[in-house]
């Protein structure tokens, strides 16, 4: 709601494989097919010749690093990117740390498919504990949104394939970084220090030293990987003062 309070228009979007959105199989999944439907969605919406702010987690870092990357090099459909705030996410391969079951699924070959139909919600909500802060644990109502989410449209059958990102992140690691380092547009990071799949201090280190240029917010000590549901006052403000900088 403040973002709508601060903003002309806000979007938010499913990517294609997660909550409502559809989630075809078999399907090659990746990041560069994430920001081309971005790049779609703009232009469909009118306003490819507007300047967007982006702001991103996780999986969303990864595709908003391409869209920077595109936007940098004068891409034909490229979108016109006014600044970019990232969280919490795999941006450097070196400093993060799949979850056990993440890398099952990504690696697990003939394995993967048995292994997401026997995926229900009990190991769900346990696993995703796990990256949530011990005062900030979703409720039981919480918990089933988000397993709905997954669930619709057989989500929990793809999920192995969107997995695939991880070893995308390792593989185009130079373009991805590269697109963050050599940017005069403004950055920010907002960031949960509990996080374990990203931890501190190491990733916040490798981050101020490749990207000097780029502000950081750094919220309590006991928020973790989704720092926007953890603490969303925090997590507004610091984005707010970060808009409000330039």
Known sequence: ????????????????GFGFSD?????RYSIFEQASIVEGLVHHLGLHHQRINLLSHDYGDTVAQELLHRYEHNQTGSILINSLCLSNGGIF????YPRFIQKILKDGGLLSPVITRLM??????????????????????????????????DGNLVVDSILQYINQRKKHRDRWVGALMSTSVPLHLIYGPLDPV????EFLQLYKKVLPMSTVSVLDDHISHYPQLEDPTGFL???LNFINSF
């Open 120 to 153: 229900n919600y009990f190991f769900f909500s346990r696993g995703l504990g796990a990256v949530f802060g011990p005062y900030t644990q979703p409720s039981p109502a919480e918990y089933w949104d988000m397993w709905t989410a997954v669930r619709t449209n």
């Open 1 to 16: 709601e403040g973002l709508t309070q601060r903003f002309h228009r806000v979007i938010a979007l499913d990517f294609v």
């Open 23 to 27: 989630k075809p199989r078999p399907h």
């Open 93 to 96: 391969p070196e400093t993060h």
């Open 198 to 201: 990203n931890p501190h201090p």
């Open 237 to 239: 403000n610091a984005y």
